[in-house]
């Protein structure tokens, strides 16, 4: 963020959108620009390139600041499919608008194969509605990537906790068949005659060997699907009481 930025955000609280428009249309383009500029809602920071291949250059030479990309679909020499196409393919994801002039359903359709959020009718983009679309459509991509990230930390603590729930499983499998073996033999032990000290002993490792047992019984049985598990916050809680 530069400077400028940084002092307008502090006195207006949100940035300025920044907007790459691709369009032919010196025309449209003096409306588009007075319309975003009467907008009292966001200010925005307008780029204008003329063709595809220029609009794509820029935003192969410096394409961080742009905010969202509106596209007129009739280019001179190409159209805004392949220009949207030819985005994609070189893995820039900035949001896309399709400008045109006459409502085409295939287009809408075509477009949503190249990730186009929405697309409008130059003529029906008057007074507020330019922007208005512009800040909408940017609340709703970012709102899109802040659940599919939530669902990809989700998944990863999915994963996580089932990888637990198997090494918990194999952990007290290993413990189980040994700890049988040694009360098996604990109980054999102590139906012998035995001195004072050596049956005071084995009843000690017999209780020993019940407290493992409990313990290993309640690793097995925690509900590692609880969110409070992992921080111990129950645990201490209960503690401190």
Request: aromatic fraction near 6%; hydrophobic fraction near 40%; glycine fraction near 4%.
């Amino acid at each position: 963020m530069s400077i400028r930025e940084i002092v307008y955000f502090r006195m207006n609280a949100k940035p300025p959108i920044h907007l790459l428009f691709i369009d032919g249309d010196a025309s449209y383009m003096a409306v588009a620009q007075h319309l975003l500029s009467k907008y009292q809602g966001r200010s925005f920071e307008i780029v204008w390139k003329k063709s595809g291949a220029e609009g794509i250059a820029h935003l192969e030479g410096s394409n961080q600041g742009i905010d969202l990309i509106l596209l007129d679909f009739h280019l001179p020499g190409t159209n805004g499919l392949d220009v949207a196409r030819e985005i994609r393919e070189k893995k820039i994801e900035i949001p896309l608008i399709f400008l045109t002039s006459s409502r085409d359903f295939r287009l809408a359709v075509e477009g949503m194969k190249y990730g186009v959020e929405d697309y409008l009718l130059k003529d029906e983009a008057v007074d507020s509605v330019l922007p208005r679309t512009i800040v909408n459509i940017l609340e709703r991509v970012h709102l899109k990537k802040r659940i599919a990230e939530q669902m990809k930390a989700d998944l990863i603590t999915q994963k996580r906790t089932d990888a637990i729930k198997e090494l918990v499983v194999a952990v007290c499998h290993e413990f189980n068949n040994p700890l049988a073996a040694i009360k098996i033999s604990t109980d054999i032990i102590l139906r012998q005659k035995l001195s004072d000290d050596e049956k005071s002993m084995m009843q000690s490792l017999d209780r020993n060997i019940a407290v493992v047992e409990r313990e290993i019984n309640r690793l097995r049985d925690i509900n590692f699907d609880r969110p409070e598990w992992s921080d111990g916050s129950e645990e201490r809680s209960a503690e401190g009481h």
